[in-house]
């Protein structure tokens, strides 16, 4: 029996449409403080648009939807600065310094000079890239440039992670590397919202996840009950 204390998502007949598709169709799911939660399915299956919603970047088109206890819809602005987004496409600034586009990321969300030179210090470290600090992001690997986004939803200190596909296009190496950190991330209790279509991610990530088909919620459980 789930405790209503501890629901950090809560989503009864969401649904969203673009024009006449559907793209979500009346789905419900429950996410609790801490756990690691998955969207499982092929491209298409209503994910990301699930994901956006949550994050506060889409207005659902019916149903309802609580995100730590608001309203995404009239309460936006104040869930984004309690979460971090990690897109599908990394869209960092390539232009400017590993740092430089931590460091902009902080300022966006009001974090005082003097601790986010500390809390980039720890991110920097945290997913590796410590000694690529002032290397500009363009010739960095795409493993790299993953766990720099990753650091950079991080820098706000966000209760609930979410991310989307968070290790398509990485090579295995790079994969298990973004699942370490990740993993380590569950274990310091920040509540995880993963979309993926690799079982094997799903299982090495997920304490509960839905399988979605269709714009619609196929199953539920945990990776090894859907097993």
Sequence with gaps: MRNPNQVLIRAAGLIKKFDEFVAVDEIDFEVERGEAFGFLGPNGAGKTSTMRMIGC???????????IGMNPVTQASVIKNRIGVVPQTDNLDIEITVRENLEMYARYHDVPRAEAAAR???????VQLAERSNSRVEPLSGGMKRRLTIARALVNEPELLLLDEPTTGLDPQAR??????????????????????????AEQLCDRLVVMDKAEVAAEGSPRELI
């Design 120 to 126: 980039i210090d720890e991110l920097l470290e945290f």
């Design 57 to 67: 970047t889409s207005p659902p088109s019916g149903g309802a939807l609580n995100v």
């Design 176 to 201: 298990h590397l973004v699942w370490d950190r990740l993993y380590r991330l569950k274990r310091q209790g920040i509540t995880l919202v993963i979309t993926t279509h690799y079982m094997d991610e």
